[in-house]
């Protein structure tokens, strides 16, 4: 577990620096050259690349809740994706493709444990047999290492309870628990000179007009960033990674709320431990175009745990893994958006099947059994839930690229907004630090 500092030790260390007589300067802990708001995969990984690369400079990592890494970062599949899915030439399959290369590196180099299992996408009806087809094709121009394709015979050899006509084999998949390497990002940023804060809220961020007090810089660090309690924190520069509370940040420093960010959770059930034989590794359907989630699969887990699922239904609350969890200002915001209104409308009869499927889990059970016939209700039980920050734009699409942003006026000089970061983003995590890293010296002249 890294070391991190909580808001009250972070006042306590700097408890020696002079106090002015002024309320602001009293809040005034400390300064420094780039402060990253957000302490999920994608602004560790950032922060960490940032810091290697500029090691004379001062960095903060400010993280809202108690530890790190501990919403989608530490509540998702756990795999290690090989780039088949995504357009050829499209930036998410170039990012995937180094990603997984880079990750495998860092994880033999750190002593990480993972485990290359591998993962068969199966067509289990003659009509998705040509789009599994179409999806070798594009794995091909995605350059996947050792993907195949393989009948019924190949599918027993590798999964000898799985049933299918034909399936894509991609041993270069692998699982990992992201949660442990997003720490081992934190661990590098903090052992490189780096400052991690947590339980620090970013509520407000704004162009101060006079220096801390003792500090002779003059304006060096013009931006505040102040939480609920308020303390403020001062810097030169800021870049924020907030996964489920992105557009919110965003909107902090007068940026435009859309993309909007609307969370959809997604339940898996788990298999009973005495049939962990039935699956060696990943196994996921053939994706149907007419939907917008890639549909229930089989996953192992690093622990020893068969994960399956998940479906994908409107959460309640941003950080609502339970059914029941809700927020009424989270709730609000999704349903009064235009944009999830259409996606609704648009998906109507999948979304009530997908609701149904959560309450009614002998339902998803029946579609994992066209998988593994010999799977059974008793055989499950309810496992975990995870909660997909989801960019939506006003037409009711599924944002699936990257979003940069940033504010207006002399903030937003200051400024930038990393509003959507999609999946795969803990498998491309580190190549997608060199490039926010990239978009940072560009636009700071760092």
């Known amino acids: 577990m890294i ?4 808001s009250a030790s972070f006042a306590a260390l700097f408890a020696t620096v002079p106090k002015s007589t002024t309320c602001r300067t009293a809040r005034i802990h400390s300064t420094y050259d780039v402060a990253v708001v957000g302490g999920g995969i994608v602004g560790l990984a950032s922060a960490r690349e940032l810091i290697l690369r500029h090691p004379t400079l001062s960095f903060i990592l400010l993280e809202k809740e108690k530890n790190l890494a501990i919403h989608q970062s530490g509540h998702n599949s756990g795999v290690i994706h ?3 899915y995504y357009t050829p030439g499209s930036l998410k399959a170039r990012l995937c493709g180094k990603g997984a290369t880079m990750a495998y590196e860092y994880l033999d180099k750190k002593g990480l444990p993972y485990k290359r299992c591998g993962k068969l996408i199966v067509a289990v009806e003659r009509e998705e047999i040509p789009r599994l087809k179409a999806l070798y094709e594009r794995g091909q121009k995605n350059n996947v290492r050792d993907l195949t394709m393989i009948d019924a015979k190949g599918i027993r050899e590798r999964e ?3 049933r ?7 041993p270069y998949t692998g699982i990992v628990d992201w949660r442990l390497v997003s720490l081992a990002y934190g661990k590098d940023f903090q052992e490189a000179g780096g400052t991690v804060v947590t339980e620090y809220e970013a509520s407000d961020m704004a162009m101060v007009k006079e220096s801390p007090a003792g500090n002779t810089d003059g304006m060096k660090y013009p931006i505040a960033i102040r939480d609920s309690k308020g303390t403020e924190v001062r810097c030169r520069y800021v870049l924020t990674c907030g996964g489920l509370y992105s557009d919110r940040l965003a909107q902090i420093s007068g940026c435009s709320p859309d993309p909007r960010i609307v969370p959809f959770r997604g339940d898996y059930l788990v298999l009973k431990p005495e049939k962990h034989y039935l699956v060696r590794g990943n196994i996921y359907p053939v994706p149907d175009p007419r939907f917008p989630f890639l549909g229930v699969h089989f996953t192992p887990r690093m622990d020893g745990s068969v994960w399956l699922g998940p479906n994908a239904v409107l959460a309640f609350k941003r950080e609502g893994y339970k059914l029941y969890d809700f927020d009424a200002r989270d709730f609000g915001d999704a349903l009064s958006f235009r944009g999830l209104q259409k996606l609704v409308m648009n998906n109507l009869v999948y979304g009530v099947g997908e609701m149904y499927r959560g ?3 002998g339902a998803q059970v029946k579609i994992l059994k066209k998988f593994i016939p010999e799977l059974s209700l008793s055989d499950v039980l309810r496992g975990p839930a995870g ?7 006003r037409d009711g699409n599924l944002v699936d690229d990257f979003v940069f942003d940033v504010g207006v006026g002399d903030v937003g000089s200051r400024v930038l907004h990393v509003r959507n970061a999609p999946s795969p983003a803990a498998t491309s995590s580190l190549a997608i630090a060199e490039m926010v890293a990239d978009e940072v010296e560009r636009r700071f002249s760092l």
């Open 359 to 361: 309450v009614f889990i």
């Open 82 to 84: 090989s780039g088949i």
């Open 164 to 170: 299918g006509l034909m399936a894509l084999d991609s």
């Open 387 to 393: 909660v997909r920050a989801q960019a939506l734009d």
């Open 160 to 162: 000898p309870y799985c």
């Open 3 to 6: 070391r991190t500092l909580n």
